[in-house]
C-alpha cells in the first residue's frame, strides 16, 4: 500500500523536534528520520520552510449535534477544526437532549460518527439527579464526565439537566461515582452561592462589561476550585478542572496536587490573549464564564502556563446565532455565556507561543501529548513511530486577522468579534487524521465519516 512522505519539515512535539522526513502507512506514522526515501507510489508533502506538528487536540468543545443545528453541526465544528490543525475533538454533553444515559451516549456516538471529519469522543454528564447512569454511561463509551458546580440559568435548563451538582453533599456523591469508573472528571468550578450573592450585589452596576465581571469575581471560582480540590483527596477523583481563568486558581491546584489530589488543569485561548477590556468593548459577543479578567491576572496566568501549573489547553468552543447574542446585548445575566473560538485555534496557540519566555514546544504539548495522555487516548498526540499518522504541516508565519465577512467553516466564527484586535499569526496549511488529508491547499478535502469515535475504555488510570 501506498504511503505519504513529509519532507523538509521542522517538526515539533514533546518527542522530537528538529528537521526530520516523516513516513506514513497504513493511518500510522511508521518512520522518522533525517531523510526519508519515498517508495514507490508514496505521495510526498513538501514541507519545506513550514513546522510538523501533532494533530491537536481540543478536550472541550461544544458543537450540541444534534440539539442546536441554527447555531453548530458536527460538520461545520469539525470541518473547522480539521482547518486548524485539530485532528481530535472531545464533545461535551450540553445538548438537547443532555447525554446523561448510556443509550443517549450509543444513539449520539452512532449520529456523529457519519458526521465528523475527525476522530471525536463524547463526554458524559454527571450530576446529582444522575448517579445511578454514571457507571452504565462509562461502560458505553463515555470519554470522561462533567459537572457544573452551579445551577444553570433558566433558559439553559434542558441541557445541562443531569450534570450539576450544587451542594458539597450533591458534589461528594458525584465525584465518588465518577471516581469509581476511574474516568477523568472534568469539572465547571464557580460556586452556586457566591452567584446568587454577587449577582444581586451587581446588579445596578453600569455597563454590560462591569456587571458580568462583577457577578463572577474570582473569588467565585476560586472558591469552587478548592472544594472540589479537596473532595478529590477523599474521593480519589480524577479532577479536570476547565478554563480555569485566574493564576490563583492554578495555584490552588497546584496546592492540592501537593496534597496528593489527582487534578489536571485547562484554561483556553481567550483568557491568555484577552483581557477585560475586551469584554467592555464587545459585551455581549465576549461573554463567557468565568469572564475575561483583568491585565494582570492574565500577565499571571501566562506566567503560571510558563512554569507548567496549566496542563492543558482548550477551545471551549461555543456557538450562538448573532441574533441570539445580539438579543442580550443590555443584560448580561439573561445573555449566553460562551466564544466561538475553534476556526482560530491554531493562530491562537502560535501567537500565545509568541508571547515573552513561552515555549512553542510545551505550548504545543498542552493540546497534544498532555491530553493525550491524561484523557487515555492510545495512539495520540505525539511524533512517535506506531503512533496515528495525526498532523498538522504550519505555517508559523502567516498573519490570520479576524474579518467578520470572510467565508468560515464554523457557523459560530462570524461571531468571533473580540479576536478582532489581536495581532494572529500560524495557519495550518494541511491537516492529515490517520494518514489522510482532512485540510489542504485551503479547502477541507476529507469525508465526514472519515472520524472515528473513540471509546473510553478501562479504568484509565493515566498520569497527569
Ligand atoms: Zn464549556
Known amino acids: 500500500m501506498s504511503g505519504l512522505v513529509i519532507r523538509g519539515g521542522d517538526l ?3 518527542a522530537v523536534s528538529g528537521s526530520f522526513d516523516l513516513r506514513c502507512e497504513h493511518g500510522k506514522i511508521v518512520a522518522i528520520d533525517r531523510e526519508i526515501r519515498p517508495e514507490p507510489g508514496d505521495r510526498v508533502f513538501d514541507a519545506s520552510g513550514l513546522l510538523v506538528v501533532p494533530g491537536l487536540i481540543d478536550v472541550h468543545v461544544h458543537f450540541r449535534d444534534p440539539g442546536s443545528p441554527e447555531r453548530e453541526s458536527f460538520l461545520t465544528g469539525t470541518a473547522a477544526a480539521a482547518s486548524n490543525g485539530v485532528t481530535t475533538v472531545l464533545e461535551m454533553p450540553t445538548s438537547d437532549v443532555p447525554v446523561t444515559t448510556a443509550a443517549r451516549l450509543e444513539r449520539r456516538g452512532r449520529h456523529l460518527s457519519g458526521r465528523s471529519f475527525i476522530d471525536f469522543g463524547l463526554y458524559a454528564g454527571a450530576g446529582h439527579s444522575s448517579l445511578d447512569e454514571v457507571e452504565s454511561c462509562a461502560r458505553a463509551g463515555a470519554i470522561a464526565f462533567k459537572t457544573f458546580t452551579h445551577r444553570p440559568q433558566p433558559s439553559r435548563a434542558a441541557a445541562f439537566e443531569g450534570m450539576w451538582a450544587v451542594t458539597e453533599p450533591q458534589l461528594f456523591q458525584t465525584m465518588s461515582a465518577v471516581a469509581a469508573t476511574g474516568r477523568v472528571h472534568a469539572v465547571h468550578c464557580e460556586n452556586d452561592r457566591l452567584l446568587e450573592h454577587f ?7 453600569p455597563g454590560f462589561g462591569e456587571r458580568h465581571r462583577e457577578a463572577r469575581p474570582p473569588v467565585v471560582e476560586d472558591s469552587a476550585i478548592a472544594m472540589v480540590g479537596s473532595l478529590s483527596l477523599t474521593t480519589g477523583a480524577r479532577v479536570h478542572l476547565v478554563h480555569v481563568s485566574t493564576a490563583r486558581g492554578v495555584d490552588l491546584a497546584d496546592g492540592l496536587r501537593r496534597a496528593g489530589a489527582d487534578i489536571s488543569v485547562e484554561t483556553c485561548p481567550h483568557y491568555l490573549l484577552l483581557d477585560q477590556d475586551t469584554l467592555d468593548r464587545y459585551g455581549s459577543f465576549a461573554k463567557c464564564n468565568p469572564p475575561l479578567r483583568a491585565h494582570d491576572v492574565r500577565r499571571s ?3 503560571r502556563l510558563r512554569h ?3 496542563d492543558i489547553i ?3 468552543h461555543c456557538s450562538y446565532t448573532t441574533e441570539e447574542l445580539g438579543h442580550h446585548a443590555e443584560d448580561p445575566c439573561g445573555a449566553l455565556p460562551g466564544l466561538p473560538g475553534i476556526e482560530f485555534l491554531m493562530p491562537s496557540l502560535l501567537t500565545i507561543a509568541r508571547e515573552p519566555d513561552q515555549a512553542l514546544v510545551d505550548v504545543i504539548a498542552k493540546m497534544t501529548s498532555r491530553p493525550a495522555r491524561r484523557f487515555g487516548l492510545e495512539g495520540k498526540g505525539d511524533l512517535v513511530v506506531g503512533n ?3 498532523l498538522a504541516v504550519v505555517d508559523p508565519r502567516a498573519a490570520v486577522p479576524f474579518a467578520a465577512d470572510a ?3 464554523a457557523q459560530g466564527s462570524r461571531n468571533a468579534v473580540y479576536l478582532s484586535e489581536v495581532d494572529l499569526r500560524g495557519r495550518a496549511v494541511a491537516t492529515f487524521v490517520r494518514g489522510n488529508a482532512v485540510f489542504s ?3 477541507v478535502v476529507g469525508s465526514p465519516g472519515h472520524g472515528q469515535w473513540i471509546r473510553g475504555a478501562g479504568t484509565g488510570r493515566s498520569p497527569r
Open 12 to 14: 515539533c512535539s514533546s
Open 199 to 205: 449577582a444581586a450585589e451587581s446588579a445596578d452596576r
Open 301 to 303: 496566568l501566562l506566567d
Open 308 to 310: 507548567d501549573g496549566i
Open 314 to 316: 482548550a477551545s471551549d
Open 388 to 390: 496515528d499518522a495525526d
Open 407 to 409: 467565508g468560515f467553516l
Open 441 to 443: 491547499d485551503g479547502a
